[in-house]
């Protein structure tokens, strides 16, 4: 009977169609809107997973997210070294110099210092030179979005000078790490240049750097940190997750993508629900025929069944693979570059698609169910 | 001729009510009914007057409110409901006036529905199937599909459908209703050449008198009962009641 079930489904062209694209629109939608809330919310954090040397950020005790720094003693870079367990600590500086080009245009930015002697926590991934050049005098390394902002339409091209809160400096590599949740230069520096150029304050240290010793857990040494410094020790994920629920806490972009992915399951429940559940209804007559001939109810919850799990997958998989091109295709423009289809919102679309389709598939049942087969004999 | 051993259908005292209180219906009113194996019996009389209801008590597929019914000296009412599906699969076979065929489904596959219900493999059903279209006349439409058959075509893949299974029992609603004179008659022959056979009975419920001639028993219904029913190898009319029933016939 499964052929048949099969056949009733795909026998009218136009409502099948109509089902597997409103399963297909509707995974689209709830997998680009996850994923692109999800890929935001991780851009909070995506200086801090750059920084794959260190597994701890010591920073101030009130700071909650990367963008909030309150510089640090310098002594308590030597306390922190004190810590029984860590290997090393160095220190980092994260500021908002202003960019301006030759041209005259300009940009804030994020300018991160590193340890002068160490240059721990360069980006990973480097397009053109190498962070090792940092070490000759006023450089710097700017991420390749930050370079098409300042220089749009222009080929990548190091040499070129700028300057940083009136401070010149020249590029002496451009890099492409993880894009900041706000859209702005990453500019890679020496920790002594970039107090430089941000200007003088009593104190400058904004984060401190620690990498455990062999056998020593990062969660164990934040803990012996914050206990012995009275600072704030964070491991890197933890420090992300920090990140990502600040913003979740204190902006409205999880309302702004909430709202968007409700009304996408709403509308999927609905429309999907209700196509398949008038698909059954206007097929009753045909269930009839079959039950008077003798078809079981549980073949008839089968059939059902097999015609939903059919759409379903059909549609889920087209409207997974629509959001891979999608997600593909926008992975090579810089605004929305690191936006990726994450597993984790196909397991979640699939599992909202079951539910839909389990959801019109009782609606559908309960009327082929208590369906009486001598419907059949009216005319 | 001994009715009650070579009765496939005894209706007693049938009756069924639909609604409840003051909106409820009575359509059979004790309905007294035999169907004898190897004959062609017509259930007619006008519309509303019970007919497919009395066919679809008779099937299983509405419960009686009163009475009894035996299909093969069996009361199915006593069967449980997995019981009653799996005896109407193999027992019943159903011809319908809006043929019920399904739409997806070539001629072949239509017929073979019954078949496949029962669990038979695809192919052998129907392979079944489509020499049961044959004989009906059907071989040049196997695969077509219902919408692209003509209103005789298509009842004869219904008669093919609820042939297939060889079935004790066929039940056909109203099968001539939408055809014209000339393909109505055909079907009745196809139906009276192929259905009716020596450990088979065939009950058609009609209004078309100009097919009475292919019966072999016509049962007169009127007002939720039987009025008269009339044999043709015997000759013999009976009138049970027809005082109480229909006074004005009198």
Redesign the interface.
Known sequence: ?N??AL??L???RAKYLGLIFTIAFCTFLLENQTSIFAGILKRTGSQIADVTDADIWVMDPKTEYFEQTKALKDTDLTRVRGVEGVQWAVRLFKGSPIARTNDGKFAATICLGLDDATLTGPPRKMLLGSWERLREPDSIVVDKAGYVLLYPGEPLELGRTLELNDHKVTIVGISDPPAPFLSFPVMHTRYSEAVNFVGRERTQLSYVLVKPQAGVKAEELCKRIEAQTGLRARTSEQFQWDCIGYYLKNTGIPVNFGITITIAVIVGIVVAGQTFYLFTVENL??F???K?????NW?LIGMILLQAFTVGVIGFSLGTGMAGQFFDFFAQKIPTRGLVLMWQSVALTGATIVFVMILASILSLRRVLVL???V???? | MNTTTAAAVRARELRKDFGEGPTRIEVLRGVDFDALLGQLTFLVGPSGCGKTTLISVIAGLLDSSGGEVELFDQNIERFSATDRILFRRKNLGFVYQQYNLLPALTAAENAAVPLLAAGVRRRAAVDLAKSVLVKLGMGNRLDTLPSKLSGGQQQRVALARALVHEPRLILCDEPTAALDHATGESVMELLAENAVHSDRAVIVVTHDSRVFHHADAIAHMDDGRIVKTESRHENEIKIPELEDAVPALI
Request: aromatic content about 8%; hydrophobic content about 45%; glycine content about 16%.
């Open positions: 009977m052929f048949i056949k009733m795909t026998g009218d007559k045909q009839g025929a079959i008077a001939i003798g078809v079981t073949r009486e087969p001598a059949v004999f009216r005319g």
